[in-house]
């Protein structure tokens, strides 16, 4: 009977416990495109503007408080992931098959530059420059609403052409991809 009572009893404090946990407030995020016929992933972390419109890309801002600012971490947490099943052309930059992480470069904040970086798995912050396979500058642009939630897209433009595009907050960043 004892353990009938004690089993129940932890029972009811795991279920307590487990109901009380809140969704992450940056919540993970997939997009994936087949641009000319080559899959193209990015896995992020999508952290919300929260009434800080204004206040994330300024010198003063959220980012700026980030170890590697200017260099920012394209999302929240984890480092942002790059996966492409075959060799692709991101602006310039030659882009072999494989796995990457991204950066983005917002010293300019009217010219941002990509950086897709050779090292994988680490968080987010962990940025080394020795290890940048490249940078493309990125085209800038005001989206036509305050973009609450980070969203990274992957649109196929046809004939082996397409978009990368980064938007949050006031801002929008795309670089070209083939």
Known sequence: MKRLIVCTGLLFVATAVFA???PPASPPAKVSATVGGKTITISYSSPAVKGRAGQIFTKDGLISHNPHYPVWRAGANSATALHTEADIKIGDL????????LFVDISDPDNWVLIVSKKTGEWGLAYDPTQDLGKVKMKMSKPPALVEDLKYTIADMGGGNGRITLAW????ASVPVQ
């Open 94 to 101: 030659a882009v072999p098959k494989g796995d990457y992480t």
């Open 20 to 22: 009380q946990q809140k």
């Open 169 to 172: 907050e006031n801002h929008s």
